[in-house]
T-cell receptor, first 114, second 114 residues
Framework: DVKVTQSSRYLVKRTGEKVFLECVQD?????MFWYRQDPGLGLRLIYF???????EKGDIPEGYSVSREKKERFSLILESASTNQTSMYLC?????????????FGQGTRLTVV | AQSVTQLGSHVSVSEGALVLLRCNYS??????LFWYVQYPNQGLQLLLK??????LVKGINGFEAEFKKSETSFHLTKPSAHMSDAAEYFC????????????FGDGTTLTVKP
């Protein structure tokens, strides 16, 4: 069974903290994604990685960075957490050469910044 | 460029009634279209997808969708709603020129009344 695992379901962090959200997939997918989900705004792409050490900014990259040192792991970093980054964060992955296939999602991390 | 519009952020139906969730897309290349479902505090999972071939696509849990190129639509239907169908539904589009990135609609929350 395919799996995308996010390290935490719920996180509470303080303003100004550096926050790491981890995502691991076991499907040997090249492409990995981080989305942010807010009510009424759908899913917005933060960053995208198409290979190890390769990344591309999405629609809302400000305040975030990413790291992909191994194919199976894609980390989202909030350099200095702010209250407007309180949100649900979703990680996803898919094969790069099969654009007609779906993305597989993790369970999500609900982050609260206080 | 690609985009998705989901008409109606909230849809309410009675149990046993027809479910119709609307999705219109725009894409500069032949699109691949997806419907995902998200249950509370979960990630997204695939309901169905259109890639090529038959324009009427059947998915899990009795859902189906029809790709209509002339109307640039991909509406999701189910003949008879069940209480367990209450969830948020996302329409997504991807094409073969954007490295596998999908664009998601804002989502439609389906409520099923007893």
């Amino acid at each position: 069974d395919v799996k995308v695992t996010q390290s935490s379901r719920y996180l509470v962090k303080r303003t100004g903290e550096k926050v790491f959200l981890e995502c691991v997939q076991d499907m040997d997918h090249e492409n990995m994604f981080w989305y942010r989900q807010d009510p009424g705004l759908g899913l917005r792409l933060i960053y995208f990685s198409y290979d190890v050490k390769m990344k591309e900014k999405g629609d809302i990259p400000e305040g975030y960075s990413v790291s992909r040192e191994k194919k199976e792991r894609f980390s989202l970093i909030l350099e200095s957490a702010s209250t407007n980054q309180t949100s649900m964060y979703l990680c996803a992955s898919r094969f790069s050469d099969r654009v007609n296939t779906e993305a597989f999602f993790g369970q999500g991390t609900r982050l609260t910044v206080v | 460029a690609q985009s998705v519009t989901q008409l109606g952020s909230h849809v309410s139906v009675s149990e046993g009634a027809l479910v119709l969730l609307r999705c219109n897309y725009s894409s500069s290349v032949p699109p691949y279209l997806f419907w995902y479902v998200q249950y509370p505090n979960q990630g997204l999972q695939l309901l169905l997808k259109y890639t090529t071939g038959a324009t009427l696509v059947k998915g899990i849990n009795g859902f189906e969708a029809e790709f209509k190129k002339s109307e640039t639509s991909f509406h999701l239907t189910k003949p008879s709603a069940h209480m367990s169908d209450a969830a948020e539904y996302f329409c997504a589009v991807s094409g073969n020129t954007n490295a596998g990135k999908s664009t998601f609609g804002d989502g439609t929350t389906l409520t099923v009344k007893p």
